[in-house]
Structures are given as structure tokens and as C-alpha cells.
């Protein structure tokens, strides 16, 4: 259990660093596009790509996700998804003193409250014999239908972000990134241990491989229109809340991992959800996110940004405001 932990705890730092490098790229883009273009399509982040990658600091975000791809891919390997997925959650601790780096403001004492209550959670999870299910064997069935259902769930969750705040926005399309994470958890784990136990040419002609790179490309460029839309710390925070949630949902209902249902257990696994869900909600309305949102409402990728006050599609009073902050 050791392992699939200290791998899951390493793959939550460095997708938090790839979110952080990768917004501080996509808010710098988003800016210098003065006549707004993006922001009138429904996920601007996809008008913004061939701009993007020609910006190191992207790529460099790129290349520690797929970092935190393999870690988290050698954790599903090691654990039970119900296991692994829960410990992202913790990305929420390194992408907050990130996030306040980047506004040059330091989390306030209950920021960190918040983040002790998620690490109690994490604690009381792992800890407590029973909590977390650690066994079971796919069933593929299921998990095509979780995917078509996932599917319909990310495409509403867009349409529903259309029209909204800059926060409401960013948080309907971080749930939708958050679903896409969740199924590519569970593809992953077929992949890998096809790879491992069929070799190379059974997984590439199998379809979970595929699946994967559709949802985990998918999630991507959801995810960097969240962090872009609105604060990188609420988008990681529902992100946080979502991912684990239905990829425990996933363990028990596709991979029939066994829930022990003794007494201790079922109220070790409330507390800790309680302590989580608590510990999100309270770093979300910390004021690092009031300063976030306001920043990338007028500088980021949220739609339809050009009719905000102070977005004037003027080269001039987008430099005035960059200095300013």
C-alpha cells in the first residue's frame, strides 16, 4: 500500500505544477489577443492552441503532466483506482501557496485550516482498515456504458458553462475536466495492465487505449480552460471534488472492488469525506480565489470577456492594466 501512496501523493504535485505553469501561459496568450477572438467561442482555450504551443512554459506544463500521467498510471498499477484517485485530491495543497505566488498574496490561516481538514481526510481514509475497497477486476460492460454516460455528462456540463460568471463558468467546465480525469483513471488501469499482461500488440488493436487518449486529451484542454477562466485554486478545488468522487463510484460499480460495510469502516469513510469536502469548500472561497477570478476575468479565457468592464480590445489599455497589477 506504501507504493501506489507515495506515487499518487508525487503524481498530485506535479499535476498541480502543470496547472500552474500551464495557466500562467494560457492567461499571458489570452491577454495579448486584443481583439478578443477566443473568448466568443464556447472552450476559447481551443482557439488559443497554436499560440500556445509555441510557448516553452506550456510545453514545460505539458511534460510534468505527462509526468503525473506515468505516476499516476504506476499508483493505478500498484492500488485500486477507489484507492489512488482520492489521493489527487491533495493537489489542492500545492497548487494553493502556487496560486498565491502568482498574485504575490499569502494564504490567509484558514486556507491553511482548510488544507490541514483535506489531509485529515486523506489520513483517516488510508489509515482505517476497510475505508478504501483495494480489490476488483473490470467489467467491461460497465465501463462502456460509464463512458457514454460520461460523455453526455461533459457535453451538458459545456453548454450549461455558456453564458455564466467568470466562477460559474470555470466550475462547470472544471466539473466536466473532472469527469474526463475519473474515466481516464479507470482506461488507464485496462491499459496498463494490458500492456503488462498482454504485451504492445494486444493493447494497440483493444479499445481502452484509445478511450484514453480521447478522455485524457479531453480533460486536458477542459481542465487549462478552467484554470484560464476563472482561479486556478476554485478549478482544482471542484476538480478535487469530482475526480475521486466518481472514480470511487467507478471502483465499486465497474471494477467491483468490495466496500466493507462494518460499522468502523462506513464511519471512517464518512469522516473522511466530510474532512475533504470540507477542507475543498474552504479553500475555495478563500480570498486567494477572489483576486484570482477578478485577474483572469479580465486578462484570461473566459467567454465572452470582451464585454466585461476594463476589457477594452485596445493593445494599449491591455499593457496599462498588466502593470498595474
Known amino acids: 500500500m506504501v507504493i501506489p501512496v507515495i506515487l499518487g501523493f508525487t503524481a498530485a504535485f506535479l499535476f498541480a505544477a502543470s496547472a500552474a505553469l500551464q495557466r500562467s501561459a494560457v492567461i499571458e496568450v489570452a491577454d495579448a489577443d486584443v481583439e478578443h477572438r477566443a473568448s466568443r467561442?464556447?472552450?476559447?482555450?481551443?482557439?488559443?492552441?497554436?499560440?500556445?504551443?509555441?510557448?516553452?512554459?506550456?510545453?514545460?506544463?505539458?511534460?510534468?503532466?505527462?509526468?503525473?500521467?506515468?505516476s499516476q498510471a504506476a499508483a493505478l498499477h500498484f492500488g485500486s483506482i477507489a484507492l489512488v484517485q482520492p489521493l489527487l485530491v491533495t493537489q489542492l495543497l500545492f497548487a494553493l501557496p502556487m496560486a498565491s505566488a502568482a498574485i504575490r498574496m499569502w494564504p490567509a490561516l484558514r486556507d491553511w485550516l482548510a488544507a490541514l481538514a483535506i489531509v485529515g481526510g486523506v489520513v483517516v481514509f488510508l489509515t482505517v482498515e476497510g475505508a478504501a475497497p483495494l480489490g476488483?477486476?473490470?467489467?467491461?460492460?460497465?465501463?462502456?456504458?460509464?463512458?457514454?454516460?460520461?460523455?453526455?455528462?461533459?457535453?451538458?456540463?459545456?453548454?450549461?458553462?455558456?453564458?455564466?460568471?467568470?466562477?460559474?463558468?470555470?466550475?462547470?467546465?472544471?466539473?466536466?475536466?473532472?469527469?474526463?480525469?475519473?474515466?481516464?483513471?479507470?482506461?488507464?488501469?485496462?491499459?496498463t495492465d494490458d500492456l503488462l499482461n498482454r504485451g504492445v500488440l494486444a493493447t494497440a488493436i483493444d479499445w481502452p487505449?484509445?478511450?484514453?487518449?480521447?478522455?485524457?486529451?479531453?480533460?486536458?484542454?477542459?481542465?487549462?480552460?478552467?484554470?484560464?477562466s476563472g482561479s486556478l485554486s476554485a478549478a482544482i478545488a471542484v476538480m478535487s471534488i469530482v475526480n475521486p468522487a466518481v472514480s470511487y463510484a467507478l471502483?465499486?460499480?465497474?471494477?467491483?472492488?468490495?466496500?466493507?460495510?462494518?460499522?468502523?469502516?462506513?464511519?471512517?469513510?464518512?469522516?473522511?469525506?466530510?474532512?475533504?469536502?470540507?477542507?475543498?469548500?474552504?479553500l475555495a472561497h478563500s480570498p486567494t480565489v477572489q483576486r484570482e477570478t477578478s485577474r483572469t476575468a479580465t486578462h484570461g479565457v473566459y467567454p465572452h470577456a470582451d464585454t466585461l468592464p476594463g476589457k477594452v480590445a485596445t493593445p494599449s489599455h491591455s499593457s496599462e492594466t498588466c502593470s498595474q497589477e
Open 136 to 191: 476488483g477486476s473490470p467489467d467491461r460492460g460497465r465501463l462502456l456504458i460509464a463512458v457514454a454516460v460520461a460523455a453526455a455528462t461533459v457535453i451538458t456540463l459545456v453548454q450549461l458553462a455558456q453564458g455564466r460568471g467568470p466562477l460559474l463558468h470555470s466550475a462547470f467546465i472544471a466539473t466536466a475536466a473532472g469527469v474526463c480525469y475519473a474515466m481516464s483513471a479507470a482506461l488507464m488501469k485496462l491499459t
Open 251 to 282: 471502483g465499486l460499480l465497474a471494477f467491483h472492488a468490495t466496500l466493507s460495510t462494518s460499522p468502523g469502516s462506513l464511519a471512517a469513510t464518512a469522516g473522511a469525506a466530510a474532512l475533504l469536502t470540507a477542507g475543498v469548500i474552504g
Open 41 to 70: 467561442h464556447r472552450v476559447p482555450i481551443l482557439w488559443l492552441i497554436r499560440k500556445l504551443i509555441r510557448k516553452r512554459v506550456w510545453l514545460a506544463g505539458w511534460a510534468t503532466n505527462l509526468l503525473g500521467f506515468l
Open 209 to 228: 487505449g484509445y478511450l484514453l487518449a480521447l478522455s485524457t486529451l479531453t480533460g486536458l484542454l477542459l481542465g487549462q480552460q478552467a484554470y484560464g
